[in-house]
């Protein structure tokens, strides 16, 4: 069985044979969101996705084909926005679902709370009417 390292180096090997293989024409057929579809070229290479990600050597080879692809015209120009998240990418906020539902259980509270009001207007009203009629609640 190959070490992790031995593994990363075969990974970047497969990475650069398929980026040699491939024309301009075929990285059009694989342009998606802007990028490289990642799923297709870890195909191609025959390694799982994370292999893009993980591996450092794999991550800025890839980098530096799509910014050459950029330059040729193959690949879109990156927007101000996309290169500022690129730069930085978002924060995870793990308090975003907690406040989901907190806007949730609110909404369904005043949607009640609407309900009961409603509920005792009309019992108010059958309350003055039995007083009136002399019928002590």
Known sequence: ?????????ENLSSFIIWQATMTDDGFRQIV?????NRGEIAKACGFGKSALNQNPQIKSALKKLEDDLRTRNVLPQLTEKAKSEKIEPKKYDKTASQRMRDAKRVAELEQKVLELETRLKRFGELSEVLMEMGIDV
């Open 32 to 36: 998606f969101r802007g990028g490289l």
């Open 1 to 9: 069985m190959a070490s992790g390292q031995q593994k990363a180096t």
